[in-house]
């Protein structure tokens, strides 16, 4: 049973939950970094490395950005390396001061455990982005499993995504909580049956709260709290 109680309260029956599946960028990790990345980072790069205008380059990054928006080579660190003839990896690095755990989590993560729920961490990055956040945050050692997306060759975005999780990683779909920034994510968990959904309403603590659609969403994980 999950109820909104206020706009920026939710209120969990911690009974009817079992596993507690969590995505990393936007909803533990501060999507500030990967914002700055993308839209900041790799243009200039970019620009240098082919004379380019700042704003040529994002340009010429926003409809590839576009065409594969959505699929798993969105996320992945080795096709934006070969396909823009930079090494991601490196970029990655060079601003990974950047990387933030939204506040409350680790203490959310602590009292979910302490509760004797498992705890999974399932992302789209790509393992190299992975590493990166991990060395940064030491986030991996609360999770008792992590699924990546491309190990398993589709994105969250995809309900087939959740029938290729159970075969490494089974869950009761009707009790487990996927909490997630994306709609799109979240619309795929709901299509696949997963019972208990939450979006987030600031994945980016330097930018308004976002439009989350029809599902209920927390403003930080302090809300969910037992």
Known sequence: MLK???RHKTSLDWSQIDTVLLDMDGTLLDLHYDNHFWLEHVPRRYAEKHALTLEAAREALRSRYKNVEGTLDWYCVD???RELDLDIALLKEEVNHLIGVHPHVIDFLDA???RGKRLVLVTNAHGKSLNIKFRRTQLNGHFDAVVCAHDLGLPKEYPAFWDKMQAV????KDRALLVDDSLPVLRSAK???IAHLLAVRNPDS???EKDVGEFAAIGSFRDLLP
């Open 79 to 81: 096709y934006w390396t």
């Open 191 to 193: 299509n696949y049956g």
């Open 169 to 172: 990683e089974p869950f009761a």
């Open 206 to 208: 330097k930018l308004p």
């Open 4 to 6: 909104n109680v206020s």
């Open 112 to 114: 979910v455990r302490a």
